[in-house]
């Protein structure tokens, strides 16, 4: 229970202490006067961010302390463990102060805590109601929020395990995905691996070919030149005995030798021409051979060879500049292919996980539903039940539920359910303001005012099996008066029976119900603006009520009457008001 809130240097606030008690405490005053302002406060001790230029001298730190009682609630003990901390047998002090740096300093009795430890242990000190949740729940994602609230702790428990198992289930559905296409993209290289090393292997390059093939192509294609010039060639070797080259070589051979015979000296002269002529002899059989080889021509036509030019420089295009380059990579490729063949993906244990999973799930969500739908009754009861209270007699609350179209789909033994993180159903409230009307989403069907009087009865509800012992509401009467206020304020009351209430309000009606009465006033000293608060005692109250109604101020003695009338009635203690008083 929230025991004492101080505030010091934030927004108009200069320095501010309140002293909460239990029950139902009412918070009053004049538009603008710096109610919000509390919230606000008590909102940065529950980890919100705070706003730039929320000091009121910049030069000063913010800080809010929160007084608390443990209360009795065993999960509040857990938090705290979980925080390196013991649940304090008494009161604890928790701090927040906010450095002009920026920085933050919070503790708890002392002991230093982060800004996020703060949202955790909130959730189990204070539930704070504002018109924000009101305009929350015509959003139909929050419903079934409301609907755990509500919950047994059976129901959260299984919930629990099935928001694990729909996790894993969604990660492995992700992996299989992931897993597919890799699979896929193996297949797909490896098809093309394949299709490259088929295509360079069937060529069956040899290293020097290409050398080979440039010559032979020279060779071919020069063709009938070449055996022009071997037969003119061969012509001024053989054309007859005494004009050809070799006729030539015999007669001069046969004077050497007759001047060998005449002269010794002349040996060398004829040696040396023997050697002459036999090499042209030997020329003359090496151009006989080379003609006849020209003659018996190449295995391979000219178009062969070409064609086989043309099958290299298409590899040479697509895989290297050379032929030892295309072999080099027909190797690279044929090393991934081996590496790809050692992955192994295999989809046959992601698809039994998945399978298994989505069984548990089925399952699961299967029960969720059940108690889904116990909860749902007992939600729909208690909540019209507060609704006929509120001036809604004839008001019709339901929860619907739809199938999902959308999220994962589980398949196990021939159902197929589409899961959504809440289950295989969406919650969503329905309403009709009358028994005439047929019950239609919310959000679509209800006015302001009944939508506030909705979210207050699922505020009684909440708050009547939560251990939080402090609600607070801020203006919760919006789109409220008349008769319905008398009702609202009798339900207030209700709630704060068994744990304390902070209303913030401006219905007098609320205000004559409250055990402790603060009044927000704001004013101004030497040009400056300053929030203070009061603690009203019983005369002051009815004051502050009688101003709530109305009354003018030069007229205390009348507002102390309306204010007394009026708190009779609402408690029960008159049954009319006197219309005829003047206000």
């Keep these: 229970m929230l025991l004492e809130l101080s505030i010091s240097n934030f927004a108009i606030i200069e320095q501010l202490q309140i002293a909460f008690s239990p029950g139902l405490n009412v918070i009053t005053g004049e538009t603008g006067a710096g109610k919000s302002i509390l919230l606000a406060a008590l909102g940065l001790l529950c980890g919100q961010r705070v706003k730039s230029g929320a000091a009121r001298s910049p030069e000063k730190p913010i800080w809010v302390e929160a007084l608390f009682s443990p209360g009795t609630d065993p999960k509040l003990g857990e938090a705290l463990i979980n925080l390196g901390l013991e649940k304090p047998e008494e009161e604890f002090l928790i701090r927040r102060e906010i450095l002009p740096t920026g920085r933050n300093r919070v503790s708890l009795n002392g002991h230093l805590l982060r800004v996020g430890d703060l949202q955790t242990l909130s959730a189990y000190l204070v539930n704070v109601h504002s018109q924000f949740d009101t305009y929350q729940l015509l959003d139909s994602r929050t419903h079934f929020d409301f609907l755990k609230g509500l919950a047994q702790e059976e129901f959260k428990d299984l919930f629990t395990g099935y928001t694990k198992i729909y996790s894993q289930y969604r990660e492995l559905v992700k992996r299989r995905e992931t897993a597919e296409q890799r699979s896929l993209e193996i297949e797909r290289t490896r098809e093309h691996l394949e299709s490259e090393i088929n295509e360079i292997s069937i060529v069956s390059l040899r290293i020097g070919e290409e050398e080979e093939l440039n010559r032979e192509h020279q060779s071919l294609a020069n063709q009938e030149k070449i055996a022009s010039l071997l037969i003119e060639l061969k012509q001024s070797l053989d054309r007859g005995e005494e004009n050809s080259l070799v006729g030539v070589t015999h007669r001069i051979s046969a004077l050497l030798e007759s001047l060998k015979c005449l002269d010794d000296s002349a040996d060398s002269l004829y040696d040396s021409f023997e050697d002459l002529r036999i090499r042209l002899e030997e020329f003359c059989d090496g151009i006989g051979n080379y003609q006849s080889r020209c003659e018996q ?55 039994k996980d998945i399978e298994e999973s989505a069984a548990e799930l089925i399952k699961i969500s299967g029960k969720l539903l059940k108690m889904k739908k116990r909860a749902a009754v007992i939600l729909e009861e ?70 506030s009087r909705v979210m207050l009865a699922l505020k009684a509800c909440f708050a009547s099996i939560h251990s939080i012992q402090s609600f607070i509401f801020d203006e919760i009467d919006t789109g409220i008066g008349g008769e319905t206020a008398h009702d609202l304020a009798q339900v207030l009351t209700e709630v704060s029976k068994d744990r304390q209430s902070i209303v913030i309000t401006h219905l007098p009606q609320i205000a004559v119900c409250a055990q402790e009465h603060f009044k927000v006033e704001r004013e101004t000293r030497a040009k400056e603006v300053f929030t203070q608060i009061l603690c009203l005692s019983r005369e002051q109250a009815r004051e502050e009520v009688g101003r709530m109604m109305g009354v003018r101020a030069s007229d205390s003695q009348n507002r102390q009457k309306m204010a007394k009338i009026l708190e009779e009635q609402v408690r029960g203690e008159s049954n009319s008001l006197d219309t005829s008083s003047p206000a």
């Design 297 to 351: 021509g190449s295995e391979r036509s000219l178009d062969d060879v070409e064609s086989r030019i043309g099958e290299v420089e298409k590899l040479k295009r697509k895989y290297g500049i050379d032929i030892s380059a295309i072999l080099s990579y027909e190797k690279e490729a044929a090393e991934a292919l081996f590496e790809l063949g050692k992955e192994q993906i295999s989809l046959e244990k992601l698809d």
């Design 382 to 451: 208690r909540v019209n039940s507060v609704l006929k209270r509120l001036a809604l007699p004839g008001a019709q609350f339901l929860v619907n539920f739809e199938c999902n179209t959308s999220g994962i789909v589980a398949t196990y033994g021939g159902d197929t359910l589409n899961l959504g993180p809440e289950g295989s159903e969406k919650v969503e409230f329905y309403f009709s303001s009358h028994q005439s009307q047929e019950p239609a989403p919310l959000k679509t069907i209800a006015s302001g005012g009944e939508i």
